[in-house]
Every structure is written in C-alpha cells, then in structure tokens.
RNA sequence: GCGCGAGUGGCGGAAUUGGCAGACGCGCAGGAUUUAGGUUCCUGUGUCCUCGGACGUGUGGGUUCAAGUCCCACCUCGCGCACCA
C-alpha cells in the first residue's frame, strides 16, 4: 500500500522547503531597511515603521559543525523575528560569524593547513546548516569577524581607545590630545612637578602613554604553557586554569597590552540596574566587579607604614594583630632578627629564626594550588614576623603576621585583623591564640563562639563608642584623615582587561614601535593591518606543567611583516610592528554595533542607522539590541567586555547608547542521553535499544545511561541538517520549540518528535486533500465555536510569541489545529488564521499553504491575526461547586448571571443539595466567572 | 560555607494573578485501515478502589472557604561565588 500523493510528509517538506528558502533569497524577504546609507529603502513595506533589533550570540564555526543544541536559540530569535514583523515591525535579525581564535588555529596547525582557508570551509558548512532551517536573516548584513572589512573597525577601536584617556572628575573617557593639552597649558601637572616643556619627548611620551585606555605594563600575568599564550582573569577558572583546554595557568610578570576596563567598574556595575538580563546574569557581574567600600588605615612600623584597606573601619580599636600577604613587599624589612622572649611555639613555625619561619612559609605557600589553598581555607596557617606595628587610632602595639588567607591581589595585601567582628580572622586568632576584643556590641549579649557581624553599637572604642556602625565608620574616617593617617576608599575586584594574545589567528595591533620602543598608532589610513601569510604560523610548544617558559608571539617570525618603512609624518622610518594579536573575545565585543550598517566603510556606522536600531527609546533608558539571546556561559567575558567598549564609545561621541544589549535572555541548552559499556566505553547513542523493563542494551549488551551533554566524545551527537533530511525543518522547529520553556535545559529525544511531525501534517490535511492535492477549505461562516476556538489561540498564541513562550503557542496551536480536524469543511477563515499564526513557527509549510489558499506576495508581512473580544465572551459559564474545598456538583449558568443567581444555582444542584443534607450551610463564596464554593458543618 | 533557582504522571512539560492539578506532546493499551509490519486515523491513559468514592504537585507543619501557587522548617538536585578584608 503506498502512502497518498499528496500527504505531507518528510519527502513533501523536502520538495517545499528549499522552494521556499531560494524564493527567500532571491526576493531578499527579510531585508531591513535602514534609515540611511546603502541599505536604506523608503519604498519598504516596514520603513519608518517601529523597529526591533533581535539577534543571537553569534556561532564560533568549528569544524565538527552544528549540533541540535546549537539551533535552539537562533529558532527562538527567528520565530520571534517573524512573528513581530507579521506584527508591524521594522525587525532587523541578522548573523554572523565569530571566527577568530584558537580551535581554527589549532586545528590548521594539527592538519598543515592554513587557518583561513579552515575558517572558509567551516562558515561555509555552518551557513548551509542555517539555511536548511529557514532562517530569516537579513544575509545582506552577515559578515566573519576574520573579514577585513570588519576587522579593519576592530582595530580602529582599538585605537580609539589606545587614543583616549580616562578623566575621573568629567567621569567619562575622552581623547587623548585634550590631556596632552592640559599638561601642556600647565592645567594638569606633570608627575614630578616639573613643567612640560622642560620635559624630553620620550619623558613626555611615557607619561602620556600611561594614561592611555590602552597601554603596555610590566606585571603579573596569566601564563599558560599549555596553549602558549597569556590569559585575562576572565578566561581563567576558579581552580586556576584555562577556561579553554582546562591546561594550567601560572602568573608570571611579563608585559602585555592592558585595556582600563577597571576606569568604568563603577559604570559598568550602575549600569546593570537599567538592563533588562536574568538577576542571575547581573549577580554574576556585580561580583565580578567586585566593589568594596570602606577605608585606607596607615599602622606605622620601624619599616615603614603599612596601608590596610577594611570595609569595617568602625571596628578598627577591635585590631589585635595584622597579617600581610606573604608576598607583600614590606615583609622583608619588617621580618625581625630574633623571636621576643616570650613567644607562642605556635608563632614561630617551628623555626628558631623570624627569618627563617618566613622564608619556609613563603616557599610552602608559593608551592601550594589555588585548589590546595581553598580546600585547606577552613584551617588558618601563618607565622609571625617577629614585627609590631602600632594601631592609629589608640596607639595599641599588634603583632605582625603573613598568612595565605591574606591575598596579595586583594586591596592593599595587607589587613587589620579583629577577630571579633570578622570570621576569617576569628578563626585564625583563635588557632593562633590572639586576643578577641569586642567592639561592637548588639542588643544581645556576645556568645564570643563566633564573630560578630551584625550590626550594632560601637564598645571599647574611644570616641566611637555609642555610634551605630554606620555613624562610627564616617567618624572613623574623617579622624584618619584629619589625621593623616588613612582616607574613605572604594576597591574592585575587577582587573584591567588583558589584551594581548600570543598566537597567530586574531587581529593584528595597529600598532608599531620606533626606536625608542615605545607604541606609536597606525593613523587610520592604514587599516586595515592584515595578518601576513605565514608558512609556520604554530605557536612555540610548551609542557602544559612548564611555568618557566615563556610566550615567543609566532607573528615575530615573519620579519618581512615585523619590520615595515612607514612615514608617519615625520619622513620614511623604519618601524617594528607589534607581534602580539587580539583576544577573540574583540570582534565579539562591538559587533551587534556593525549589523547595523555592515557596508559603511568611511566610519564605523552611520548616526542616523546606529541610533535608529540601538538608540534610547527615551530618557533614562541604556539603549541597545532589543533581545539578544544567548548561553549563560559568556556572563563575565563576552558580556562584560562587549558592555566596556561600547561605554568608550558612548564616551567619545561615536554610539547613542550607554549599553550594547538592553534585553537579554539565556536560553538552556538541549543535553542527550550517552550510554557506556561494561568498560566505561561510549557506545553510539543512535544504535542504543531501549528494552521493555527500562533497560538499555546495545547490540544486546546491557549499558548504563548517563545525561549531559552532546559531543563527538559521548558519541550521542544528532546533527539538525539530519534530523530535517528525516523529518523536515519545520516539524524540527516545532520540536525544538516545544520542548519546554526556553530558559530551561531539556533532553533530546528523537522518537518524540513525530508528535511535531503528525501537528504539521494534520494542519496540512486540514486544508488539502491528501489524495487528490486539492484545497478542501470552504468560504463558510465559522461556526460561533470555532470562532471562539479561533480567537481564544489568537489571544493565547500572540501573548505566548510575545514571551517567548514558543511551548504554549504549539499547544494552542495544535489545540486549534485539532479542533478544525473535526470539522467539514474547515472554514477559510479559520484556516487561514491558523496558517498565520504557524508561520513564525514553521515558516515553510505555512507559505506552501498560504499559497495553495489563493493568496499571493508570501507570509512573511501579512499581518498577525487580531483576536476580536466579542468571541471570546461565552454565553454560559459552568461552575465548579465546591462544598468544604471538594467539588461536589456543577452548575451552568447564563455568563452574565448575577451572584446571587449563582449561588441559588449552586446549592439547588441535585449532587450539591444532596451532599448538603443534614449540614448547615455557613457561608457560600461566589467567584465570579471561576467558581462557587460553600462552607457547611 | 554563602547566594540564587528548581523539585508536578512512565517521560518532556502546562497551570505566570490563591480558584476544577496534569493543557499539549511522547510513550503505553485497545480498536479501525492494511496480506503483514510501518504509516495514518479513532478511543482510553495520575494512583488506589469494595465503583459510592478516597488519595495525589520533594518532606513536615501553618495561613485560607480554597494552596503546585503564600508563610515557616527540612531534604534533594542544578547553577554561581568561594578566605575579596
């Protein structure tokens, strides 16, 4: 028996689909126009109209391709897309490609091969996966970071902000010839006083250069052998390693190009508040940046003053000893010759020497991991300096300890301890038996098991005593400064961005250096700088465990490239490029910013195009893309540093809006079952039998199943461009859709998606005849039913769409879909607004459908059905009646019945009455339009 | 350890405002079509039951006429942070 000729079905959605998507493109259907320039199109059916600027974090394209997690989001985005310019949207969804970075290069260096060449054929196949699944992106607007007509911007704002300079009283960035301006007209004074003119070029030069945005330093850094190339701290993990490869890092002083990022810490922190991101996101963040208020205390020791910083000066006569980092640079001059008399065994390491308990508790703490450290956090070690230093404000003598629990990166790396109002320093008090004085006293007397921490009166204080904590912190401060002896102050966590990369495959700096070895700009004209061809473009190899080696940047080897003769004003000179490349994370941080005008080629973009897609929609508000859709996973590189630029360029004049991304969703991500054998061995996920009693086998062997996620290795990868050969792309996108709520994480499961695959087919026979081919819907009046069946989707289907709640328009989709089956004929109308509504979803079948209903000029503008009131009253409501919280009858009853109708109603009900008898009826609670509920005894 | 989020049928999930728990789909069972299998279609499907009902949203308590939803305590899982002074 053969199946009817006309059922729609996978080989049917394989004939329509590609009809439909070269249709697409060549009739460029989902082209936005712009307000101005090349892309700008007044005749557009959406121009001038309101906009929406939607678009997904955009694909690094690896060689192994999508996977059915990837497409996910990008459906999401596209369905969103459609749905709102059906609504009446100028909506702008485009895509691109992030393809600079270490995978490609990685790769090229493993097969010989070169990393652009590599880059092509991956964007090649990623694209072609994409349009398998009908996307509707404006593909005039796709472009490759790697592009130089891209990159060529990327490194034009690098030079704007290597050209800029952060002016703390103004609060905002601002170009760099305004300082040299201040210095020069004496407005500013120079470091040492003395005036500008009387300084040397490079004096001059050096001073300028560090104030830059951009700057070369000589400091610790994130080392890591494994991939041959320092790190910035984002890209390093909790247990100190490699966020990519997991290889160890290790800090080692070198120098490197520093983006100021710590210059907008504050910004960048407020700014969160006007985001519209998941809290979760922002949490991340803000501790990310880390801010800290409090204040700078100065102990004065024979070695000089020791500057703390605390968040509680108020507990500053609670100060019973201090600890320094053990590597802070005081430890050496203030480490004594011999322990005091009376020493504590537990002071002193065992060691008969200061010097020598110091030196072995540096070298055991230097030896230790970052994972070592945190696992013994809860033990507090540390020996004592055999130094004293004097506390400011009571002139108290403390002793003077280094510990690890004091970090060398964190304030000034150095604390005042008070045990009794701070858990870390209660704990290692107590191991080392220090005094514990309290000074803030709560309304309940102190147990002294534990710090203290709440809040409370200030005790044992001098001139504090009686203040609240927050009273005595102002005081505190005032009398450090009127005395000199320390000032209010605010600290981060957040580092300066680490911006140099030894490898090959990034953006080259546009930037040389002359013969004094400082940076000189590449004027503008220059750009863009493009990477030079390179036979052997491999990094130098290290032992991933070798923290004595050192980066050798592989662009140094291509000499002819290094050293160029350049006239950059001031005659032919001969110049040294910089070796290094960009982080991969730098074409991801302004992108968003070029799709709005990818063909300007004399600035980055257009004002005009720029503010119309990102711009405030009015006062107080950030600005930026109107939903952007991605993995949780970028909380703190990506999204942080791509908010960073964008400020600098709010700052210097170039974007109309303080935030990139306004609204942001994280959507899940799609995991898979993996099964392994009696080994441990991965076995393939595909050929796995699943037997009646809940049992996996697989060629008849038993395996155990496990959940996580989908990967070459776990061998349980299903590919979207496969499952639409078997399935077609719209009933994937159905699937996809309707597997739960987008935020959520959910398993793959490739027998549920016939459940999509019968929806789509039933849609179609409800218009065509399977047999025949021929439209079976009739030019009839809906009947009130289906009216109201109809209007109550349109309602539920527009508020789901405009949600993100993909789950719930399918199923009231399929609901409606269902409730037409039963009927003969399907009315038109029905059907049409049905296929409209489907059309975000399954774009496809919806336009062969539309089509075959008579209609012309495709779906993708007509307008989004309108659900009508008036349908969606009902004539009767049926009430649950519930007697003592069971429902125990129900009534129906005319929609516009008053209370007390229904309430007679309800308790003349047989089953109601019955259960009534013999009971006192208390009280009867009329819900109106949901329910009667009696209470009886 | 601290912070955040989540626990609902065999499975994915729905109920977003305190108002009939389990929409929709998978799976499963029965039936129709078919030589058969598959496909497709129809019907049923939370658990228990003495067929009246009883029970049921991680556990225990509470508020309420009414709780998956609110409050308190706890358990489990996931995520983030993790000596940040």
Redesign the pocket.
């Known amino acids: ?1 053969t ?1 009817p000729a006309h059922r729609y ?1 996978a080989k049917m959605a394989n004939r329509i689909e590609p009809r439909w998507q070269e249709r697409w493109e060549a009739e460029q259907t989902f082209r936005a126009p712009n307000p101005a320039g090349a892309l700008a199109e007044p005749d557009h059916p959406r121009a001038g109209a309101p906009k929406k600027f939607v678009m997904d974090m955009f694909p690094y394209p690896s060689g192994a391709g999508l996977h059915v997690g990837h497409p996910l989001g990008y459906i999401a985005t596209d369905v969103y897309s459609r749905y709102l310019r059906m609504a009446g949207y100028n909506v702008l969804h485009p895509m691109g490609f992030d393809a600079f970075g270490l995978p490609t290069e990685q790769y090229a260096v493993a097969t010989g091969r070169q990393p652009a060449e590599i880059t092509a054929e991956n964007i090649a196949r990623y694209k072609e996966q994409l349009r398998v699944l009908g996307m509707g992106y404006d593909t005039r607007r796709e472009f490759a970071t790697t592009d130089p007509e891209f990159f060529k911007w990327t490194q034009w704002i690098f030079l704007q902000i290597f050209n800029s300079w952060y002016d703390t009283d103004a609060d905002r960035a601002r170009p760099i010839g305004e300082l040299i301006a201040a210095f020069e007209s004496g407005e500013r004074p120079t470091p040492d006083g003395r005036p500008w003119a009387e300084l040397s070029d490079v004096e001059r030069r050096r001073i300028v250069d560090g104030h830059r945005l951009a700057y070369v330093t000589e400091a610790p850094v994130n080392w890591c052998p494994g991939l041959g190339t320092v790190l910035s701290n984002e890209e390093v993990t ?1 247990e100190g390693r490699s966020e990519r490869g997991n290889f160890p890092v290790y800090t080692r002083t070198l120098k490197q190009w520093m983006l100021r990022i710590t210059a907008y810490a504050d910004r960048l922190l407020a700014d969160l508040d006007g985001l519209d991101w998941f ?2 996101l922002k ?2 963040q803000r ?2 940046i ?1 801010k ?1 208020t ?1 204040a700078y205390a100065d102990f004065a020791t024979y070695a000089g003053d020791i500057r703390v ?4 000066p108020d507990t500053l006569f609670g100060a019973t000893y201090m600890v320094l ?1 053990p590597e802070h640079p005081l430890v050496d001059a203030l480490t004594a010759e011999t322990w005091p008399a009376d020493v504590p065994a537990a002071w002193t390491g065992g060691h008969d020497t200061p010097a020598g308990a110091v030196a072995a508790y540096r070298a055991e703490a230097a030896a230790k991991t970052d994972v070592e ?2 696992a ?2 809860k033990v ?1 070690t540390g020996v004592f300096t055999g130094g004293y230093a004097t506390n400011p404000v009571n002139g108290e003598t403390i002793p003077v300890f280094i510990a ?4 060398a990166g ?2 000034t ?1 150095a ?1 005042m301890a008070v045990p009794a109002h ?1 858990e ?1 320093d209660f704990a290692f008090a107590k191991a080392f038996g220090l005094p514990i004085r309290q000074v803030i006293a709560g309304a309940t007397p102190w147990d002294g098991e534990s710090a203290y921490t709440s809040d409370g009166e200030a005790v044992n204080s001098g001139f504090l005593d009686g203040l609240r904590v927050l009273e005595a912190k102002e005081r505190v401060i005032a009398w450090l400064v009127e005395h000199g002896r320390g000032e209010g102050a605010t ?1 981060f ?1 957040l580092r300066d961005w680490l911006f140099s990369r030894q490898r090959y495959w990034g953006e080259p700096f546009p930037i040389v250096y002359d013969q004094t070895g400082l940076p000189v700009a590449l004027p503008e004209e220059h750009l863009p700088v493009e990477l030079p061809h390179m036979e052997d473009f491999s990094p130098k190899t290290f032992d991933p465990e070798d923290a004595d080696s050192a980066p050798e940047p592989p662009l140094g080897r291509a000499k002819d490239w290094v050293e160029v003769e350049l006239d950059l004003g001031d005659g032919p000179k001969t110049y040294h490029r910089e070796v290094n490349t960009m982080p991969n994370w730098a074409g991801s941080s302004w992108y968003e910013l070029r799709y709005t005008d990818p063909r300007s080629d004399d600035r980055i973009v257009d004002p005009a195009n720029e503010s119309y897609w990102m711009g405030p929609s009015g006062e107080g508000d950030v600005g930026g893309v109107d939903l952007y859709i991605g993995g ?1 996973e970028h909380a ?1 590189l990506h999204l942080l540093y791509a908010r960073f630029w964008q400020k600098v360029l709010f700052d210097l004049g170039h974007v109309s809006s303080r935030e990139p991304f306004r609204r942001l969703f994280n959507q899940g991500y799609i995991q898979a079952y993996a099964y392994t054998d009696d080994r441990g061995v991965y076995v393939p996920a595909e050929e796995v039998e699943e037997q009646a009693d809940g049992v996996f086998t697989y060629q008849g062997q038993k395996v155990n199943r496990e959940y996580g996620k989908i990967g070459k290795s776990l061998k349980n990868v299903v590919t979207p461009d496969g499952i639409c050969a078997e399935y077609g792309a719209d009933t994937f996108r159905v699937y996809e859709m ?4 987008l935020a ?1 994480s ?2 793959w ?1 490739t ?2 998606i ?6 789509l ?2 849609l179609w026979r409800n218009i065509v005849d399977e047999e025949t081919g021929e439209v079976t819907v009739a030019d009839v009046p809906p009947s009130p039913e289906t009216l109201r069946e109809m209007h109550k989707a349109i309602a539920g289907v527009r508020d ?1 769409y405009e ?1 993100l ?1 993909m ?2 328009a ?2 009231k989709l ?2 409606l879909n ?1 409730h037409l ?1 039963g009927l003969d004929p399907v009315p038109r109308e029905a059907a049409e607004a049905l296929v409209a509504m489907v059309a975000p979803i399954a774009p496809h079948i919806a336009e062969e459908l539309w089509e075959r209903l008579g209609r012309t000029g495709g779906i993708a503008y007509v307008d989004f059905p309108e659900a009508d009131e008036r349908y969606l009253v009902e004539d009767t409501v ?1 009430y ?1 009646v ?1 007697i ?4 125990r009858g ?1 009534v129906e009853i005319a929609a516009d019945a008053g209370e007390e109708a229904v309430k007679a109603a309800a308790l003349a009900d047989e089953k109601v009455a019955a259960n009534l008898v013999g009971k006192d009826v208390k ?1 009867v ?1 009329v ?1 109106a339009g ?2 009667v ?1 009696i ?1 009886a005894k």
């Open positions: 028996m199946e079905d909790a809290e979760s949490t991340m501790n990310w880390g800290s409090g910083f605390t968040t509680r980092a450290r945190q013994d956090a507090k690890d629990y004091v970090l964190y304030g790396g604390i701070d870390r600290t966590r949780v703190v309707s597997m739960g709520p959520d959910k398993p499961e027998r549920a016939v459940g999509s695959q019968r929806f087919q039933r789901d949600h709640r789950n719930t399918v199923a399929i609901t269902n089956t049926t649950p519930q003592n919280g069971k429902v129900r009280k609670i819900v949901k329910m509920s209470v």
